[in-house]
């Protein structure tokens, strides 16, 4: 079928409700969904270099990437489940899972590059467990990933046998094994830094530039019109829990790289930590929005909050209280600045 | 801008008047300078296309959206908290939205009486909030059990239950929002009856529609709005639909709702669809064929099975028996995958759930079929399908400031043309068409009208299921009536009047067995 002809009449006067706009770089930024995030984080900084000794300073900032670095590759992972309109709750119990999964296998010195692999493959089966129950038995991802919470983190405990898994720093295997988490680029940049700037930078390049990271915002934004538009939504979202799953197995095999221990209790609560940063960093629960720089950004936002309490010397309690209240504050500005903008 | 003419109505008091009325989201101005009356008692139509700010009127008279400036005064007292709990206690007015908000799973009863229950607080006096239920939905002449859950409703039902709802508060202002939009013609006379019997009672009505028919048969007054402004206004006795039209649009279109009177074209060898006593979900045993170049309408009452006819065709739904071919060769789409490789498109009818990417900008709702031809090492092209997307909204004089605006941000009708953008992508040879034009104004109408000419004279063969009858016969060269989910008649268009179909229609309707 050649050109469409149908389009004999002039337009019917000017369209009051689509006023063109000339965005400058600048206004276009602000428009961004990361902006009030960002402007946020800067304050947060500003805050930190005039209360916290010590907070200014390379030391310190790669400290903090140090800390966010699990957490962060989580949280990308989180981010594609959560643009899909799911959720997955289990994500600190595959943490666990995949370190003691990486701890047994160096115990009975298996080299470890596979030992890691296997690490990362237990948390891959874990995820795909998620999205195929999901999907399979159409209920929400939020019970299922409640339930495996649970169940994963029982399948740590059993395999662990309840006692911790120490790595002996003796042994030139573990000794390899712990640059992954201990060693340092250049001898400068954390190695753990580095290895969650590179999974961010593909995470930002499958989300915004695939086909893949397409279909995950048509799926998340509307279910039913993707799947009109021949999109497989089971298979998008399979794949989601999946990566969530891979991406959650891998920061567990850093930590146990990090800290060369691990029991079956490692891991709790970290979900919610994960969670927390992708919402500050403008994802919508409801799906179909949110982007992996808003992503890095909250993470980058938890880590100064705690860094900045920390170097106040403040307890870790108050610490968790404050993370929660700025996860509400940050959802609440951010309606707030879009009811005021009129968009919806 | 023309200066509204003034209603000369001096001898009844205003019930509602609004005055300089503006209202700006950021930069965009949905409302500038409205100022307009509503004579007490009266029925008066609002109308004017997509975009052209009925709806935040409306909000705002509801008390959905606070203006930028300008007032409103309602019996002479003015509006200052725009808030609908203050709507409707302090000033009795109520909408009746398009999107029927009701809590699905209490009682009719319940719902109608929500917020006003007889009895102490804490708990109403259940029998008593039966009968002011009953009592009311009597004054509208509707006949419902007020135990029933409001989910097991139909549209046209849960619509009246709105209504008596608003009657409950004893609202004296009524803003029906294209109230007949989702109901079949025959709901849409009870409804008309409803109107008139409110009317009788001394209620002011605000009545939007895009249907010149029914405008006219209720309305007294019309005011017509184009892009944000008052453009006219008139007493209803005083003026044509053309003119009303040519406000609406600011020009004429008279030629594309004239009933296009060209040969249907001569019976291909092959048909494009042949469908051989096909079942599905909702319809069984349907034989029917659909030509390269013809456009064949499929009429019916919602529940007819038209709607899952198509959603069956394009592998929506599963097909449970019979023989499907395309261009000769059997082919059953068993997903909108197959169907779209095969070159068939679907629009569905209902654009905000099963359409739009709600989330996503007007270029990726437009390129999403196409992004496999716009990929390099696996990677998208943005660049170039941004390109794709500029072109193809032009084509179809998509009005949009730029493509990368979020699809929600345009109007009904906009919306709609970016979507037929997205089918033509694929450069389809079947198109299944469901309400094609639901939503939409009429310059919008006038445009898809046109188009599908355009298609069918390149050879695409369309199939097209609406419950607007005089869109049908104005856009089919044949007739399929659907009723019970069973084909029961084909009827030429040059033989095709309303009162035909309908009596296909609604006859075998009143015969259908309950399953």
């Known amino acids: ?344 | 801008m023309t200066s509204p003419a003034t209603i000369a109505a001096p001898t009844t008091a205003a019930a509602v008047e609004v005055t300089g009325l503006s209202k700006h989201f950021g930069a965009v101005r949905a409302l500038q300078d409205v100022t307009l009356d509503v004579p007490a008692g009266s029925l008066t139509a609002v109308m004017g296309e997509n975009g052209a700010g009925k709806s935040t009127l409306m909000k705002i008279l509801a008390g959905l959206d606070t203006p930028t400036t300008g007032t409103v005064r309602v019996d002479g007292e003015q509006v200052r908290r725009y808030d609908p709990a203050t709507l409707l206690s302090r000033h009795r007015v109520a909408l009746v939205p398009q999107e029927l908000a009701l809590a699905q799973d209490r009682t009719v009863a319940e719902n109608i009486m929500l917020g006003v229950e007889p009895g102490s607080r804490p708990f109403p006096h259940r029998r008593r909030i039966d009968e002011r239920a009953v009592a009311l939905l009597d004054r509208l002449g509707v006949r419902v059990d007020p135990r029933r859950t409001v989910r097991h409703l139909d549209a046209a039902t849960q619509q009246l239950v709105v209504i008596a709802r608003s009657l409950a508060r004893q609202a004296r202002l009524v803003i029906l929002d294209e109230p007949t939009s989702i109901l079949s013609p025959a709901e849409s006379e009870q409804l008309f009856g409803v109107i008139r019997s409110l009317q009788a009672d001394g209620v002011t009505m605000l009545y939007v529609s895009h249907r010149m028919p029914e405008v006219f048969a209720l309305s007294q007054h019309i005011h017509v709005l184009r892009d944000g402004r008052h453009v006219g206004s008139w007493p209803t006795a005083q003026v044509t639909p053309d003119q009303v039209v040519a406000a609406m649009v600011g020009r004429e279109l008279a030629a594309e709702f004239a009933r296009h009177d060209t040969a249907p074209p001569a019976p291909a060898a092959t048909p494009r669809l042949r469908l051989s006593r096909v079942s599905g979900r909702g319809f069984r045993d349907v034989d029917l064929t659909v030509a390269p170049g013809e456009v064949v309408g499929v009429a019916g009452l919602p529940d007819s099975g038209r709607v899952e006819l198509l959603r069956g065709v394009f592998g929506a739904d599963p097909i449970s028996g019979g023989d499907l071919a395309l261009d000769g060769t059997a082919f059953t789409a068993r997903s909108p995958r197959d169907a779209i490789a095969a070159r068939v498109a679907y629009l569905p009818g209902e654009r905000r759930q099963q359409g739009i990417l709600p989330t996503m900008s007007v270029a990726d709702n437009v390129t999403i079929l196409t992004l496999g031809r716009r990929q390099r090492f696996g990677l998208l092209r943005r660049r170039a399908l941004r390109r794709d997307a500029d072109t193809r909204a032009q084509q179809l004089r998509v009005k949009t400031s730029t493509t990368a605006q979020g699809i929600t941000q345009l109007s009904g009708g906009n919306q709609q043309k970016a979507l037929l953008a997205r089918w033509l992508s694929i450069e389809p040879r079947l198109m299944l068409l469901d309400e094609p034009t639901r939503g939409v104004d009429v310059g919008a109408k006038a445009e898809i009208y046109r188009l599908f000419r355009t298609l069918a004279d390149e050879g695409v063969a369309i199939l097209v299921s609406s419950s607007d009858l005089p869109e049908l016969l104005t856009v089919s060269d044949r007739i399929a009536v659907m009723a019970a989910g069973r084909l029961v008649g084909v009827i030429p268009a040059a033989e095709a009047t309303e009162e035909k179909v309908m009596a296909l229609a609604t006859g075998a309707h009143t015969m259908k067995e309950k399953p």
């Open chain 1, 1 to 344: 079928m050649a050109q469409m002809t149908a389009q004999a009449a002039p337009p019917a006067g000017q369209a009051a409700s689509t006023t063109p706009r000339s965005p400058n770089p600048l206004q276009r930024f602000l428009h961004a969904r990361e902006a009030s995030t960002f402007l946020a984080l800067v304050v947060l900084f500003l805050l930190g270099t005039t209360i916290a000794p010590g907070f200014l300073g390379t030391d310190n900032f790669l400290t903090v990437g140090q800390q966010i670095a699990q957490i962060g590759i989580m949280a990308i992972g989180v981010t594609f489940v959560i643009i899909n309109a799911e959720i997955d709750l289990s994500v600190g119990s595959i943490y666990g899972l995949g370190a003691v999964v990486c701890g047994l296998l160096m115990t009975s010195d298996v080299a470890w590059p596979l030992a890691a692999l296997g690490g990362i493959a237990a948390g891959a089966v874990a995820g795909l467990i998620n999205g195929l129950v999901t999907v399979g038995f159409g209920i929400p991802s939020f019970i299922v990933t409640l339930g495996t919470l649970s169940v994963y983190r029982g399948v740590t405990l059993l395999l662990s046998g309840g006692s911790p898994i120490s790595l002996s720093g003796s042994d030139p295997n573990v000794a390899e094994f712990n640059l992954l988490g201990q060693g340092k680029l250049f001898g400068l940049l954390p190695m753990q830094l580095v290895i969650f700037a590179l999974v961010a930078v593909l995470g930002t390049i499958v989300l915004s530039r695939s086909r893949y990271g397409f279909n995950t915002y048509a799926v998340g934004g509307s279910a039913e019109a993707a799947r009109l538009c021949g999109i497989n939504t089971n298979r998008v979202k399979v794949t989601a829990f999946a990566l969530s799953g891979t991406l959650a197995g891998l920061a567990g095999v850093l930590g146990l790289s990090f800290l060369s221990y691990v029991q079956g209790v490692t891991g709790t609560g970290m979900e919610l930590t994960a969670i927390s940063a992708v919402i500050i960093g403008g994802a919508a629960l409801f799906g179909g929005s949110g982007t992996m720089l808003g992503t890095v950004i909250g993470v980058a936002f938890i880590g100064v909050l705690q860094n900045i309490l920390n170097l106040r010397g403040i307890s870790s309690f108050w610490q968790t209280v404050a993370t929660g209240a700025v996860i509400i504050l940050a959802v609440a500005a951010d309606t707030w600045l879009r009811r005021r903008s009129g968009r919806r």
